[in-house]
């Protein structure tokens, strides 16, 4: 029994709202479970897709009842980058389209995204070194391009 307490399935069906995914087992001649928890760490949430290779750890009592642990790093599913020192976090269904990215060898912090929003709750925002741009400056509506000499 304790051979089938951890499992590798597949993503059946995703329920967004509850947080929850249905499993089927290709060695199970593709059943598929009722819901079962996505794990949440650190109360981050981050759905697994509908055919992804996802970890399932089962309750001992038995298939019925389980937590999906996460996605694996595999043939169909690998890493955007690697390497010793590499820490990165994709935020989008696509790896790349929106990540966070530190190379402790450079120690540089890289965040990518389309469009990034910085919100201060007391309108502050300091930052301690250079600040290079590539484009526009914009405050108050005044862009810096614009600007006169």
Known sequence: MA???IRIGRVSSVNYKSGMVKVTYPDLDDSVTDDF???SLTDEYKMPGVGQDILVLHLSNGQSAGVVMGKMWNESNVPPKAGHGIFRKDFGSLLGT???E???NTGILLIEAP???IVSR???VVI???VNV???VTADGKSLKNCPQ
Do not use: Q, W
Request: without cysteine; charged residues 45%.
């Open 3 to 5: 051979e089938r307490l």
């Open 37 to 39: 928890p996505v794990f």
């Open 98 to 100: 929106a990540f966070m």
């Open 102 to 104: 530190y190379d402790e």
């Open 115 to 117: 469009k990034i929003n």
């Open 122 to 124: 007391d309108k502050s």
């Open 128 to 130: 301690d070194g250079d």
């Open 134 to 136: 590539d484009g526009d």
